[in-house]
């Protein structure tokens, strides 16, 4: 029976923080990404693909802070999906192209996703997740009651938008990303997270926020029974006393190790904090394996040299 996988890529993988992320350096970055996983692609793996959107929904964001004027501004659900699909589209015609170049007979889908929220989920009264453009205090107050934001200082002197951040709840159109997945098409789905949807009285709306990307994947994989998550992230593996003198990296744990770890505080909240805890929901159900590593860190976690693995 042929394995499956679910890959997250960060959003930083395609628009690393120091580039201004034109549309030529995130092409190039998404190569880059894609030459990687064809490792999955020669091992015989049925695959999905989801993505981080953070800088992109910021870039978004920001264009329409400087057109509002002219232009109607968009919410920031729709935001989300014109990122998955505009980083669906790159993703897909470079893994396509690799395809092609290698003689293999695979077919490539993005799928635009909608994700359930609870409408009542807590992070709604009180947004936290820290998203788009950095102002000082004065500029932000501005921002936030032009545009009707919530702001926080996030660091001394630094304000930001907040929005609310919660917990994905159900993936719609599972079972088509399923059957695809299934029949060795390579999907791309829930790219950012997802959509922010709730239903009202049988109707689908959307709402104001986003979902952590790692969450969602995870959510996604016992969707559609994935063996494996592999969440592709800045550092090669996760580490004891990040940041320490004293830091230990992590190569092979179980989970009951890993959520100790966890429950002692050693992974940061909005780091690598969400990403120990998708792995650790996926593999409380269908998952056999997961995978936390970089892009130039696949070759090695395959081999089991690098990255860290967490098994049940």
Not at 34 to 40: G, N, V
Not at 102 to 107: A, G, L, P, V
Not at 256 to 261: D, F, L, N, S, V
Not at 283 to 296: C, N, P
Request: hydrophobic share 35%; proline share 4%.
């Amino acid at each position: 029976m042929t394995k499956s996988v679910i890959i997250a890529l960060g959003g930083n993988a395609l628009s690393p923080k120091e580039e201004a992320g034109t549309i030529y350096q995130q092409f190039a970055h998404t190569r880059e990404s894609l030459a990687a996983i064809m490792h999955f692609v020669e091992l015989g793996y049925n695959i999905c693909l989801t993505h981080g959107n953070g800088p992109q929904v910021g870039d978004e964001l920001y264009r329409m802070e400087l057109t509002h004027n002219t232009i109607p501004p968009l919410p920031l659900g729709v935001c989300v999906a014109e990122t998955q699909g505009s980083i669906g589209y790159m993703v897909q015609q470079s893994l396509q192209n690799e395809l092609k170049e290698k003689e293999i007979d695979r077919e490539v889908v993005t799928l635009i996703t909608q994700t359930i929220v609870d409408k009542d989920d807590p992070s709604i009264s009180n947004p936290t997740k820290y998203i788009g453009r950095r102002y000082n205090k004065e500029t932000a107050e501005k921002l936030a009651k032009q545009f009707n934001w919530k702001i926080k200082e996030q660091e001394p002197g630094t304000w930001r938008q907040v929005v609310p951040s919660p917990m994905p709840q159900f993936i719609e159109h599972g079972r088509s990303i399923q059957t695809l997945v299934d029949n060795s098409t390579i999907v791309i789905a829930s790219g950012g997270g997802g959509i922010p949807t709730f239903w009202n009285n049988n109707k689908l709306e959307g709402i104001n926020a986003v979902i952590d990307k790692d969450l969602s994947a995870a959510l996604l994989g016992r969707v559609i029974k994935s063996n494996e998550l592999w969440i592709i992230t800045d550092l090669d593996q996760a580490y004891l006393n990040f940041g320490k003198h004293d830091q230990e990296p992590i190569l092979n744990i179980t989970s009951e190790i890993a959520k100790k770890y966890f429950d002692e505080g050693h992974f940061k909240a909005g780091s690598m904090g969400p990403k120990i805890q998708a792995a650790l929901y996926f593999l409380k159900h269908h998952g056999e394996k997961a995978v936390i590593t970089s892009i130039s860190g696949i070759d090695g976690a395959i081999a089991g040299e690098n990255g860290t693995t967490i098994i049940k």
